[in-house]
């Protein structure tokens, strides 16, 4: 599923953070505050399946991948224990497994153990794909590039807006349409009203 949405005031919050180097990036921001709280509230996408579709694992971590493309190929490490970082130490992190990975220094550890992931493709100025999910996990999202588009208001008026597009690929063996859109509304309601998720900072 495809979701289009415009990002507010979500670009504006770059803010410095004195202990770091790091600034609260969009991916950031988009992995700690909205995907890892909606995985709270929809843990079947944070979860595995048995290759019989027997037995469904639910994870308590929150290690969620990012894909990125290297000189090496693709790679895709992943942040642990995400829902207990801060978004400093989420984006302290995702510099880290970027210079290792495009160094092709990353560990075995860095590269497995993932549980949901998000793909960057705006990155490399994508704007739609279909994510093809990583066994075991059983959801994955990616993050097309930002554009200027027009938008009418609640006026009829036509207005610049910053509109990101998002697709979805989830296992139907274990999660419906119905869930996956849900989730995507609530992430889609995070990253509309990052009020909602400052509330949540550790």
């Known amino acids: 599923m495809i979701l289009s949405f415009p990002l507010l005031y979500l670009l504006f919050l770059q803010i410095p953070y004195p202990f770091c180097v790091q600034m609260l990036t969009l991916h950031s921001l988009s992995i700690k505050q909205a995907a890892s709280l909606g995985l709270l509230q929809f843990p079947i996408l944070n979860s595995s399946v048995d290759e019989n579709c027997q037995n469904i694992t639910y994870k308590a971590s929150h290690n969620i991948g990012i894909a990125m493309d290297t000189e090496q190929g693709l790679i895709v490490p992943n942040v642990k224990n995400v829902q207990i970082r801060s978004v400093f130490e989420i984006a302290t992190e995702l510099n880290r497994l970027q210079k ?47 554009m200027a588009l027009p938008r009418f208001n609640q006026k009829g008026e036509v207005y610049k807006a910053q509109i990101m597009n998002v697709s979805w690929s989830a296992d139907h063996r274990i999660i419906d349409g119905a869930t996956m859109s849900r989730f995507s509304n609530l992430w889609k309601s995070y990253l509309e009203n990052p009020a909602f998720m400052l509330l949540d900072l550790k």
């Not at 092709?104 to 093809?132: A, E, M």
């Open 100 to 146: 290792l990975g495009s160094a092709g220094q990353l560990s075995t550890s860095d590269l497995t153990g993932g549980t949901f992931t998000l793909s960057n493709i705006g990155s490399i100025g994508g704007t739609y794909t279909k994510p093809v999910i990583l066994p075991p996990e059983v959801a994955i999202g990616a993050l097309g590039s930002i």
